[in-house]
């Protein structure tokens, strides 16, 4: 399985876009209207790009909290154990 999106056999629309948010996140100082111009190229609109942002932004901010907290990954077990209880009762705390 390639894991590389500059590889992988994915269409243009998605290869712009992971490369924009590679730049945001790597190299945000050096990222413009340029590379958000580029991906409407590849014909992802801007409602799309904006919430392929919003996403990475989130998950940005967790890795970080995870790190500094020091957030153990669940195992894969688990992960089943906690989605078997999210489909029976929900997201109620």
């Known amino acids: 399985m390639n894991t590389d999106w500059r590889t992988a056999p994915v269409g243009p629309a998605l290869r712009a876009t992971l490369g924009f948010l590679d730049k945001l996140v790597r190299t945000p100082d050096e990222l413009g209207a340029a590379d958000a111009e580029a991906v409407y ?46 489909l029976k009762r929900g997201y109620i705390l």
């Open 41 to 86: 190229a590849a014909g992802v609109t801007r409602e799309a790009l904006e919430h392929a942002i919003y996403v990475c932004v989130g998950f940005t901010m967790i890795v970080r909290l995870a790190d500094t907290f020091g957030w153990a990954i669940p195992s894969a077990d688990d992960f089943s154990a906690q989605a078997h209880a999210l």
